[in-house]
């Protein structure tokens, strides 16, 4: 097969600036082309696969860079074709210059994902395991690469594939009865089917959520500190980042702009979210601050709530909290009673009765929340803080054997469509139509779950499958 | 058998085409090609079995009825025939949704067929000819056409062996032609059987054609043997339809073609009867099983599924106490009645007692014995969904050679073959439709796609796309194409042009017109039971509402157009079924998008599928075997699986 293709190359490894880097070719020429450029003690043609070879890379008579070769011969190489992975140093302008050499002697530049497609074409891997490399190339923290390995090995797709079954099995049905009226009766049947519609949809929204936990694994928890100006936010944040990046100031307000970190944990990430103090103010530039802020807590996932102990009292901070908190009574909160260095004003328990009353007058019956106690200058405390958010979101622990974690946002737009698409059917039902409109939304439920099995397939879907790649990859 | 002569003669008169068989589909395949302007010769065995309907004495019906209509909005002649011919119309599953509404009309067999015989006879540019073919006359391919462009000359090129001349007789005449469609139906060295007696003849005791099948061999065609039933014919005198339900026929009548004036053809219709099988009966064919050809084995042939036989029938739904039998008269002119759902090969002497175990048949006599008839047909893989033969230029095929059953699934064929075989002569692309364009694409894809272990029978679930598929709307489907073809003339094109532009101009008014809820509108709405308007709606939004309907609201409307009187009702059936089924028809579109797009993503014809590692062994022999046109066809071969169509997507797309 090799004769077809062209033989590409890219630089497959990452832009920054790094010890080594290395420039990857595969192709039926690989091996060929690598040798135009490439002077060690013997061609790399001559060299048994597998094995690292010493030499230099040279633009004519001039040298570019000293580097190791690895040869790869086919079939026993990532994309099943010969292979050279050239280990050139790390600096952008050998890489570059490499990867121009090779161009000008005869490789093409290869697209992003080229190298996984043609590992897919090989049969190095199938499509859904393509998809989950990509995934776990772009993990940013150890559930995400987690969560990308169980792809790989195949749990969603079971489970999607089990409840599209149970959908064909009712478009056959239907059909069946269309046509074999005599044999098979649809008396009854649509509201069995509304039952287990039902159940399905129940199912769906079960993987749909899972996506949400996938996205803290994925993306980090977006996480938004509220509270008066000068209760602690800037050195709170400062606290666990441990350098100063926010204005620290004594005078309210200063902290205008959103500042992004992200915390990473062990096993997940917190993107923090450091805004403007929540404060009523006429000042232009400041409201638009103020107004930054509250519109990023609606956005976020978890609520830090700072309140200074010290600076507290009781009936001021209901009304305080009142306000901040209008609008966002179903968020996750954490409370944090900062300055417990300083032993005076509110304690945890009037602090708590506070809250409570005003989730009470908000009516939330059952809020999340968790007060903390800390010294944001201290960092006393900041370690239970940790240790609050891992329990609010990752309660229970995620069990790789039996729970699924959908983390592709393509397969979770594929379930909300199959969602949507059910309870289309469930308009039709209480519409009163005939059977045979049922079978039009089922027949796309069972399409965009296909979509995740890999049983509908189409050029767009490889398309976006192989999109995620990153060149070299 | 007969020897063969061996004097051979050449006969002086040219055709360009040469039709094999004057069934359903040949009937249509000649009419098309000579209408077309194209000197055809059609062959038959037996000039009174010209469109002869050897099994139930009806047309249309679930999905069939479909296929009828397409036939005539593409310009064929089926629709035409039995408008001229029924003694009885329903329109089926009228409860049901639009999709799977299916008119049906019983035929007058004698006059059905004396009746399309006269059509052929009158036509321009067609002769009929009794005789039998024995051999189709081939020729290497050695000369390569100069417009090497043309995807069809390619396709010479690259793939094509040979090509057709013409024809031989078994009188040793040779007939010399461009094309030829071969609808020889179940004729290939028929066999017909009921118990222990075989008889070597085709159906109805006719002659059966012995030859051909060899000289298909000869050209290195695959055949099958398949097999297929019908049930007794009784004495009308001699049944008590008091023990029956009565099935009348419908007021009125709905004409099958679009082109028949509904006003012309309200006349008395006669009925049918309904009775059901019991536990006696299945006890009489459970005993005598074992006497069955089928079940000993007498019978290689395999059956169609779908159209099973009594026994297969009590066998397979061995809970079910009684099975339907309907009582269909086989014309004005006769007493012969068709045992609808009790097709059988059982000997004489048990088909005589387990008829007579039916309610109003305890005396009933037969005039003609229920039988199996064995047939040779083609592995369709083998054609192009042009219904050409891959291998053979020039030779055509449709109809029950195909593997299909069906009167109306043999029509369908034979007009596209027909068709065709023109487009070839004119160096046109080929007429294909694809599965979301009408049943007919989906009969076509599916026969030249998929294996066929029996006799294909159309379903309304083979078809995918069947809300946007339906009997009311092929005109609109599709008489274009069959304008464009050269099958429809300019009154009828623009007779469609009116309709269609109608509808669309009715719906943008209806979307403007706000009514309150007083005077017509009220009374109408309060006599539906429909929830009363707080402030007003547009006649649109009202449609919507399941209790309602366009024609109803009439009184309510009364800036209504006054559209052409032949066109009123059908215009009222659309504006109807697109505005209250807009969101369904909507998705349907969008599913067809989709089709589309591996449908017109195709496939080189020179792929080398051994290229392709990672494609399973199966897939890459099945694809290797059938080459198809599209990625959307590769992936409805069985054992190509939607993984093998993935890697199929990234080898068209990977770079090269």
């Known amino acids: 097969m090799e004769t077809k293709y062209k033989t590409i190359a890219a630089i497959s490894t990452g832009t920054g600036t790094s010890g080594i880097g290395i420039v990857r070719l595969s192709g039926p020429e690989a091996i060929t082309i690598a040798d135009r450029i490439f002077k060690g003690k013997k061609p790399l043609s001559l060299q048994d696969s597998h094995t ?270 009142q306000e901040n908190m209008h609008g966002l009574e179903k968020k996750i909160y954490l409370f944090l009673l900062n300055k417990t260095d300083l032993n005076t004003g509110i304690k945890s328990s009037d602090l708590d009765e506070i809250i409570k009353q005003v989730f009470r007058s908000a009516g939330v019956a059952s809020p999340t929340f968790k007060i903390i106690e800390i010294s944001a200058l201290t960092g006393e405390g900041i370690a239970d803080v940790e240790e609050a958010i891992s329990d609010l979101f990752f309660k229970e622990k995620i069990n790789y054997n039996d729970e699924v974690i959908i983390s592709n946002i393509r397969h979770k737009n594929a379930l909300y469509s199959a969602k949507t698409s059910l309870n289309k059917v469930l308009e039709s039902i209480a519409a009163g139509l005939p059977e045979d409109f049922y079978s039009i939304d089922l027949t796309d439920a069972s399409n965009y779950l296909g979509e995740i099995t890999g049983e509908t397939t189409g050029e767009e879907i490889i398309n976006e499958i192989f999109a995620k790649f990153c060149l070299g990859k | 058998m007969k020897s063969l002569p061996n004097s051979v003669w050449e006969n002086k008169d040219k055709y360009d085409c040469v039709v094999i068989g004057a069934g359903h589909a040949g009937c249509e395949a000649a009419l098309a090609v000579s209408r077309l302007g194209f000197d055809t010769i059609l062959f038959t065995v037996s000039i009174e079995s010209i469109a002869l309907m050897p099994c139930n004495p009806n047309v249309g019906g679930t999905s069939k009825g479909h296929l009828v209509r397409e036939v005539d909005a593409l310009g064929g002649e089926m629709a035409k025939n039995i408008d001229k011919t029924f003694i009885q119309s329903r329109m089926l599953n009228s409860s049901k949704g639009p999709a799977v509404h299916s008119l049906r009309a019983q035929a007058d067999k004698a006059k059905y067929s004396r009746t399309m015989r006269q059509v052929l006879e009158n036509q321009e540019h067609l002769w009929i000819r009794q005789a039998e073919v024995v051999e189709i006359l081939t020729d290497e391919i050695n000369e390569i056409p100069k417009t090497i462009d043309d995807s069809e000359n390619r396709d010479l090129i690259e793939s094509k062996k040979r090509k057709v001349t013409g024809v031989k007789t078994l009188s040793g005449a040779l007939y010399s032609c461009n094309t030829v469609i071969i609808c020889t139906g179940t004729y290939l060295k028929a066999r017909c059987v009921y118990g222990e007696v075989s008889e070597n003849t085709g159906p109805n005791g006719l002659k059966a054609a012995n030859y051909l099948s060899d000289s298909l061999k000869r050209l290195g065609i695959t055949l099958y043997r398949f097999k297929t039933g019908t049930p007794a014919r009784m004495d009308g005198r001699t049944i008590d339809y008091s023990k029956m339900e009565e099935q009348k026929g419908d007021e009125p009548i709905i004409p099958f073609s679009f082109s028949t004036a509904p006003a012309s053809i309200q006349k008395p219709q006669v009925s049918c009867y309904l009775t059901y099988t019991n536990e006696k009966t299945h006890e009489i064919i459970r005993k005598n099983l074992d006497r069955s050809p089928l079940f000993s084995g007498f019978i290689e042939g395999t059956g169609p599924r779908y159209c099973p036989s009594i026994e297969d029938k009590v066998v397979k739904f061995a809970e079910k106490k009684r099975h339907q039998l309907f009582l269909e008269p086989e014309g004005l002119e006769t007493h012969e009645m068709y045992v609808s759902g009790a097709s059988s090969s059982l000997p004489e002497d048990v088909q005589a007692a387990l008829y007579r175990s039916v309610p109003g048949l305890e005396n009933a006599r037969i005039v003609r014995n229920a039988y199996a008839i064995e047939y040779d047909c083609i592995d369709a893989r083998q054609l192009k969904p042009s219904l050409e033969f891959k291998e053979i230029s020039g030779l055509f095929a449709a109809g029950q050679f195909n593997g299909s059953s069906g ?250």
Do not use: W
């Open chain 1, 52 to 321: 690292l070879q010493y030499g230099r890379i040279f633009d004519n008579s001039e040298l570019i860079d000293e580097v190791l070769a690895t040869v790869l011969r086919a079939p026993k190489s990532y994309t099943g074709e010969d292979t050279v992975e050239i280990n050139c140093h790390g600096g952008r302008y050998c890489l570059r210059k490499t990867l121009q050499l090779l161009i000008d002697n005869g490789a093409a530049p290869a697209m992003p994902g080229e190298f996984t497609k043609r590992a897919f074409l090989n049969g190095k891997l199938d499509l859904s395991q393509a998809e989950a490399v990509a995934d776990l190339i772009a993990a940013k923290s150890r559930m995400a690469g987690e969560s990308a390995v169980l792809a790989l090995r195949g749990i969603i797709k079971q489970k999607v594939r089990e409840l599209r079954g149970k959908i064909i099995y009712n478009i056959a049905y239907i059909e069946a009865a269309l046509d074999d009226p005599e044999h098979i009766d649809l008396d009854g049947y649509s509201s069995e089917l509304e039952v287990a519609l039902l159940q399905y949809i129940d199912e769906l929204d079960m993987l749909i959520q899972s996506f949400d936990k996938g996205r803290f694994i994925r993306e980090g928890i977006r996480t938004v500190i509220l509270g008066k100006p000068n209760a602690g936010k800037s050195s709170l944040l400062n606290a666990f980042l441990g350098e100063e990046r926010a204005i620290v100031t004594e005078i309210p307000g200063t902290t205008r702009d959103v500042l992004e970190e992200i915390l990473q944990f062990e096993g997940y990430d917190l993107r923090l979210i450091d805004t403007a103090g929540l404060r009523k103010t006429e000042d232009p530039i400041e409201k638009i601050g103020v107004d930054r802020a509250k519109n990023q807590a609606f956005n976020a996932d978890l609520l830090l709530y700072i309140i200074d102990r010290s600076d507290e009292k009781t009936n001021d901070l209901l009304l305080e909290m």
């Open chain 2, 407 to 656: 009167y109306e699934e043999a029509a369908a064929q034979g007009l596209i073959a027909g068709i065709n075989a023109v487009q070839k002569m004119k160096n046109n692309e080929p007429l294909i439709l694809d599965r979301s364009q009408g049943y007919i694409g989906v009969l076509i894809d599916d026969l030249v796609t998929k294996e066929s272990t029996e006799p294909y029978r159309m379903m309304t679930s083979r078809a995918e796309y069947r809300l946007l598929l339906r009997q009311d709307n092929a005109d609109l489907r599709l008489t274009k194409t069959g304008y464009e073809v050269g099958l429809i003339d300019e009154n009828r094109y623009q007779s469609l042009l009116i309709k269609e532009n109608a509808i669309k101009d009715e719906i943008k008014r209806l979307i403007t017109v706000n009514t309150g809820y007083s005077g017509a509108l009220r009374e109408i709405m309060e006599a539906c039971n429909s929830t009363p308007l707080q402030s007003g709606a547009t006649l649109y939004e009202l449609i919507k509402r399941p209790e309602l309907t366009y024609s109803m609201l009439a009184l309510a409307d009364p800036d209504r157009p006054d559209f052409p009187v032949e066109l009123r009702d059908a215009i009222a059936e659309q504006v109807n079924i697109q505005i209250k089924y807009e969101g369904y028809l909507e998705r349907q579109n969008r599913q067809v998008e989709m089709f589309k797009k591996n449908e017109k993503r195709l496939i080189p014809e020179n792929i080398d599928y051994s290229d392709i590692k990672n494609l399973r062994t199966e897939a890459r022999q099945k694809l290797i075997k059938i080459r198809p046109r599209s990625v959307g066809q590769a992936s409805r071969i069985s054992g190509v699986s939607p993984a093998d169509i993935s890697v199929l997507l990234v080898y068209l797309t990977a770079g090269k």
